[in-house]
């Protein structure tokens, strides 16, 4: 039978209901009665059949919308733009949206890069004018007009609409488990961190560009991924799992025709910028490379404990304090751990009993970055939630890194506060703590899913598909020849091929 026709079988089959198959959402139904009954019969319609309104994938979208709408609720303190006796922190509603529609100067009519450096890559540059310099023109013909309020407002529209668009292919991708793509819509980092900043712009485009690896389309796949890279660094990260897999499998063309054209894309939109505006353009990469240690990184834990555990002469600096001073060896250290991460997560996919998921080493790879990383802003967390829900769609670990991160959203606005007043909000301590929780909780996710690679038995996704619904061309192939030779010739007992 072909790939297509069992894929095809797969999504018409009956979708997974997590109060039975879920151990943590099974154990917690208990307080509303119990898991599904087996009289439940309507919801086990295949997809395209239901006769009901309220479909799984519908009240998911619902949910979505519903999260949205809450998180401008969070952020309406700020939307008028008055942030006075720091409103903007003791309401939590702090945004770069509004505060940088003022600071890049869209307010004045100023053009991302031409007029203006953008500390962000070119396409996030272009879309901030995109929407804020018609709002300008708007202002200019009428002085009531409160632009900083209308350029937020329209902001949360399309970035509401990513979103959503986001869930959407989640569910896609996952016709047979659509309850997985709720773990994102109803996720409390969505609802505190949507807009504070331009974050699900990248993400958006990121999730089509899998959507379209999933179709066999490795071309549309590496087009999306390069805006989406043009966008925000990350969605670049993707096509290392990419490669990987198509290695393990034997099917390198379609892995370079996406990595070709996503080259060509990620060109294409900084070319003509980078030529132009040269100083303007760069600025992006000048500040990632001048920043020193931020927030509630792995970084900022070790200055913290140098100053609690000093070996040296009383005046002496800790080593991440001096790592802080001197920021090229930082900036070196951080790339160096990051590329030592994507060399294991290599070893990692092509030594596995069974081909891992591309969800899989695609979440780990991006957090591996933010693990090491020197900066991981509040909204960094919007990165990794498609893909832990592609890759390890559980509740109960998913629900403590939420956890964890809501505490850390808390504890940094107390920090901000703080800083801004010059009167702490609570010790120091407090605010590392969160930041050290937040950090295990995504290291213990990494574990987790890496110990289902290796155990693939575990891994909810297998139960549910035969191979990986998102690897498109790679979907169901065997590993490639050399591969399959090397195995051999280590083990000479004949197995079953697996994927």
């Not at 390198?252 to 939109?269: D, E, N, Q, S």
């Not at 970084?299 to 404990?305: M, Q």
Request: glycine share 8%.
């Amino acid at each position: 039978m072909s790939t297509q026709s069992t894929r095809g079988i797969d999504d018409a089959g009956a979708p997974d209901h997590p109060s039975r198959s879920d151990g943590f959402v099974r154990g917690a139904s208990g307080l509303i009665g119990g898991p599904l009954g087996d009289h439940a019969v309507a919801l086990d319609r295949p997809v395209g059949r239901e006769r009901r309104f309220w479909t799984a994938a519908r009240i998911v979208l619902a949910l979505v919308c519903l999260t949205m709408a809450l998180h401008w609720v969070q952020k309406s303190p700020c939307q008028d733009g008055a942030w006075t006796n720091n409103v903007q922190y003791t309401r939590f509603c702090y945004t770069d949206v509004l505060a940088l529609y003022y600071a890049e100067g869209l307010n004045e009519g100023k053009v991302p890069y031409r007029d203006h450096p953008v500390e962000y890559p070119v396409l996030t540059g272009y879309f901030m004018g995109a929407l804020g310099l018609p709002v300008h023109a708007l202002g200019a013909d009428d002085p009531g007009l409160n632009q900083g309020m209308w350029f937020y407002n329209l902001n949360v529209l399309v970035l509401g609409a990513l979103a959503v668009a986001t869930v959407a292919v989640l569910l896609a991708l996952r016709r047979r488990r659509p309850w997985d793509a709720a773990l994102f819509a109803l996720a409390p980092a969505l609802l505190l961190t949507a807009t504070v900043n331009w974050d699900l712009l990248a993400i958006g485009l990121a999730a089509f560009g899998l959507l379209a690896w999933a179709r066999s389309r490795p071309a549309l796949a590496g087009l999306l991924l390069g805006l989406g890279g043009a966008a925000k660094l990350w969605p670049l990260f993707l096509f290392w799992p990419i490669l990987l897999l198509a290695i393990r499998s034997g099917r390198l063309r379609a892995a370079l025709t996406a990595i070709g054209t996503g080259a060509a894309a990620l060109l294409v939109v900084n070319l003509p910028t980078a030529l132009l505006y040269p100083t303007n353009w760069g600025r992006f990469l000048e500040l990632n490379t001048e920043r020193p240690i931020d927030w509630g990184t792995l970084w900022y834990i070790g200055r913290y404990l140098d100053g609690k555990v000093n070996l040296g002469d009383p005046g002496s600096q800790g080593p991440f304090e001096w790592l802080n001073v001197n920021i090229p060896v930082l900036n070196n250290l951080s790339y160096a751990l990051f590329l030592l991460a994507c060399v294991g997560i290599a070893v990692l996919a092509l030594r596995a009993p069974r081909r891992p998921r591309l969800a899989q080493l695609a979440f780990l790879v991006v957090a591996a970055f933010l693990i090491f990383s020197k900066v991981w802003s509040q909204q960094f967390v919007l990165w990794l939630l498609p893909l832990a829900v592609l890759a390890r769609p559980k509740w109960g670990a998913f629900l403590a890194w939420q956890l964890a991160e809501v505490a850390y959203f808390a504890a940094f606005y107390g920090e901000l506060l703080g800083a801004s007043t010059g009167r702490p909000v609570f010790p120091e301590g407090v605010f590392v703590l969160a930041a050290t929780l937040r950090l295990t909780t995504v290291v213990v996710l990494c574990v987790l899913v890496v110990r289902e690679i290796l155990r693939p038995e575990q891994d909810a996704v297998r139960a549910t598909y035969a191979d990986d619904p998102d690897a498109g061309v790679i979907d169901g192939a065997p590993d490639a020849p050399w591969l399959q030779r090397r195995r051999a010739a280590a083990d000479p007992t004949p197995e079953p091929v697996t994927t």
